[in-house]
């Protein structure tokens, strides 16, 4: 009979290193993940040299593959392959590159992949607070990009909850979506909830259990008395720090500067400030273009208030005067010294003199051009000699009267509060304070109270909708740096009366002072007409000559 032909011999095969032969001592895990890749045709021409299970995790792991022939670059693996593998989503696939370690080659001929459909499963249904951040805020398209979640601190007490993340020094400040940001945290920007902190490379997100601007801050005598540099509190900013003023500088008696439409809360916040000057044992005093209850209320507490341009007029030439008067009157050394209430021996007091809606009296046919004219002499020298100028009304614009000497000198020394401005007057506004364009704020909700849920119901049952609370009296800016924050001012309660918010006695001008004023004929009832030659020559006069 013929002879069997000799059986064929199989076909040569890459023979892999001893090390990673199937009788190599792998574990039988190891073992079991090379039986799947084999089976799948070892995608991307690779071999598995290691698997290992992740600890609690029953379906995820991490495996390392090398390239079946030495010296070649793995190619052409795809997510797709490995996933189809071991029967699980394209989507919890991950490649590492293998870096080279002692006793083991690494680079572009091995790779390591991840499997995690576990951890995934994990992330979407309980994930901690760092994966939460990078999935919804840190994200390439996320409301802080770049960011890395730091830490989440809850106050209880104050009802607020604080998160902390940071981005990479290289990249400078952190960019924030504030809108975006709203939305991740399931809330919305409108509803002064969240407020943003930036330091450095540093982001504090503070979002609150209800917006802190929504709340009422009462003054108190604790809170308006200015401490040992001057400064006192003006009011809470939105991240619920003190918002703070100043009645001086180091450049001297400090300006002021008060932006608020009617019912705004102008004249509470006039009220604040002249109280903490009182406090610091200030002269104050007050005239007014347009008076009203609240005015002369605080006009019982100042050392003079009067009403209209009339009376504004003399008070700025008064100031004007002062400064003459006070640079030639020695302190306690026998020197003559700029202001300092730091250094011991002044013979005069600080003076504040508050010019409530301004405009309106620098718009005065007859005064006008001197009001703003000595205002302006005042905003320049008077800090030198303790006298600061507190200019409240409704508008700093330039077309409105306001001229860029003016508030430029004023802003320079003081710390400007601007409250509710109409959001399309928001930009104009700030910019003529010098606000840079990526520091103008957004404007302000017309209520901080959220919205009651219900509507569609209501609609369906054709119920009015619940009137809408405008909570926003007192809420604005307060501008010490180059950003604007937003802060929501004490509550000066006017209807249970204001004494207890101001000392006792109210401070007054010096005898010398006044001697000198009345030398100059300025020093009388600024309440009276014009006087004969005080504003020119009478029309008499004129023609006689």
Not at 470 to 495: C, H, Y
Request: hydrophobic share 40%; charged share 25%; aromatic share 8%.
């Amino acid at each position: 009979p013929a002879l069997a032909a000799p059986a064929l011999a199989p076909a040569a095969q890459p023979v892999p290193e001893a090390g990673w032969q199937l009788d190599d001592g792998a574990s039988v895990f190891t073992r079991q993940v090379r039986q799947l890749w084999e089976r799948a045709g070892n995608p991307g021409r690779t071999i598995v040299v290691k698997a290992v299970p992740h600890t609690g995790m029953p379906h995820d792991l991490s495996v390392l593959l090398r390239a079946s022939e030495e010296g070649r670059p793995i190619t052409g693996l795809t997510g797709a392959a490995v996933a189809a593998a071991f029967g699980t989503d394209v989507s919890v696939v991950r490649f590492a590159e293998v870096q080279q370690q002692a006793g083991r080659e690494g680079g572009p001929g091995w790779l390591e992949i991840h499997l995690t459909p576990d951890a995934e499963q994990r992330r979407r249904t309980a994930p901690t607070a760092a994966e939460k951040w990078q999935d919804t805020i840190g994200g390439d398209r996320g409301a802080i990009p770049g960011s890395v979640f730091v830490k989440k601190v809850r106050d209880r007490e104050r009802k607020v909850t604080h998160y902390i993340a940071q981005v990479p020094d290289e990249a400078g400040e952190p960019c924030v979506n504030q809108h975006a940001l709203a939305a991740a945290l399931k809330t919305k920007y409108d509803e002064g909830r969240l407020f943003v902190t930036i330091d450095g490379n540093q982001v504090l997100v503070s979002l609150w259990d209800s917006s802190p601007l929504a709340q009422v801050f009462p003054a108190t005598r604790e809170l308006l008395k200015p401490d040992k540099d001057g400064r006192w509190v003006t009011g809470f900013l939105g991240n619920g720090q003190p918002a703070r003023n100043r009645v001086y500088t180091d450049r001297g008696a400090a300006h002021g500067l008060f932006v608020a439409p009617s019912g705004g809360g102008k004249t509470q916040l006039m009220g604040l400030h002249v109280a903490a000057d009182a406090l610091f044992g200030a002269v104050v005093m007050l005239a007014t273009e347009a008076p009203d209850e609240k005015t002369a209320a605080l006009g019982k507490h100042t050392a003079r208030y009067g009403v209209g341009a009339l009376y504004m007029i003399r008070l700025l030439r008064v100031l004007v005067a002062l400064m003459e008067i006070r640079g030639e009157m020695p302190w306690e050394d026998g020197q003559v010294h700029e202001w300092d209430p730091t250094r011991p021996g002044c013979p005069y007091r600080m003076l504040s003199a508050y010019l409530d809606e301004f405009l309106s009296a620098a718009r005065n046919g007859e005064y006008g051009a001197e009001i703003m004219d000595l205002a302006e002499s005042v905003s320049v020298k008077g800090r030198k000699y303790g006298v600061g100028l507190k200019v409240a009304g409704q508008s700093i614009y330039v077309q409105d009267g306001f001229t860029q000497l003016l508030c430029e000198n004023l802003r320079e020394n003081c710390i400007p509060v601007v409250l509710k401005v109409a959001p399309k007057k928001v930009s104009d506004m700030f910019k003529a304070l010098g606000i840079p364009p990526e520091y103008i704020p957004d404007p302000l909700p017309r209520s901080f109270s959220a919205e009651e849920e219900g509507r569609i119901e209501r609609v369906m049952r054709g119920e009015p909708e619940p009137p809408t609370d405008s909570n926003t009296g007192g809420a604005g800016w307060i501008i010490e740096g180059k950003q604007p924050d937003v802060l929501r001012t004490l509550f000066m309660d006017f209807t249970a009366g204001i004494d207890d918010y101001f000392p006792d006695t109210i401070a007054h001008l010096t005898d010398h002072e006044i001697r000198e004023l009345e030398a100059r004929d300025l020093w009388f009832d600024w309440n009276e007409p014009p006087r004969p030659g005080e504003f020119g020559p009478e029309p008499d006069d004129e023609d006689e000559n």
